[in-house]
């Protein structure tokens, strides 16, 4: 199974302030279709998980442009050009390459 | 609107058996790859099962093989997942998405315990 580790576990963030999250897998992500299957999500705090990003750089419908991917291989980064409230919640990398899907642990964000 | 709605969630006790529903609303269904994802309370996201837009191909996480299955009817726009055997460690919310986690439900709680 392909291990997703995400770091850091916690980040408390100043309302404004940049944060980025890093998630690196145990094995490349690159499919044999030359796509590589890795998203971001998020989970406000009571709510079903949300996608952010989706094949490393892609942002999903709706989703401020503040929030940006990037990556390959096995080393990926979400990136949160200015923190504001509402980004408040864990935020998770997933590899969707090869069964069976796995997850990060999630990050937690939190404001200062 | 686009929406996935989870039902059958509740308490059971160890061993006991609890099928799962998801009914899709707002997107053609039959199109789309479809997942369970489950959550352990205060834990992250485990993926459980996909099956393929025809039911044709259906994969699991080796903790729930040969107790879960999970199958769909594209003609009642739904998705299941039968869960026999049920452990404590099954404990969580179980969310139904596609397979590319762009739409989500609200998850329902499935508690195992005596």
């Known amino acids: 199974d392909i291990v997703m580790t995400q770091t850091p576990l916690s980040s408390p963030v100043t309302l404004g302030q940049p944060a980025s999250i890093s998630c690196r897998s145990s094995?490349?992500?690159?499919?044999?279709?030359?796509?590589?299957?890795l998203s971001w999500l998020q989970q406000r705090p009571g709510q079903p998980p949300r996608l952010l990003i989706y094949?490393?750089?892609n942002r999903f419908s709706g989703v401020p442009d503040r929030f940006s991917g990037s990556g390959a291989g096995t080393d990926f980064t979400l990136k949160i050009s200015r923190v504001e409230a509402e980004d408040v919640g864990v935020y998770y990398c997933?590899?969707?390459?090869?069964?069976?899907?796995?997850f990060g642990q999630g990050t937690k964000l939190e404001i200062k | 609107e686009v929406q996935l709605v989870e039902s059958g969630g509740g308490l059971v006790q160890p061993g006991g058996s609890l099928r799962l529903s998801c009914a899709a609303s707002?997107?053609?269904?039959?199109?789309?790859?479809m997942s369970w994802v489950r959550q352990a309370p205060g834990k992250g996201l485990e993926w459980v099962a996909n099956?393929?837009?025809?039911?044709?191909?259906?994969y699991y996480v080796d903790s729930v093989k040969g107790r879960f299955t999970i199958s769909r009817d594209n003609a009642k726009n739904s998705l299941y997942l039968q869960m026999n055997s049920l452990r404590a460690e099954d404990t969580a919310v179980y969310y139904c998405?596609?397979?590319?986690?762009?739409?989500w439900g609200q998850g329902t709680m499935v508690t195992v315990s005596s």
């Open positions: 998405a596609t397979h590319a986690f762009d739409i």
């Open positions: 707002g997107f053609t269904f039959s199109s789309y790859w």
């Open positions: 099956i393929k837009q025809d039911g044709s191909e259906k």
């Open positions: 094995q490349s992500l690159v499919h044999s279709d030359g796509n590589t299957y």
């Open positions: 094949k490393i750089s």
């Open positions: 997933t590899q969707a390459t090869q069964f069976p899907y796995t």
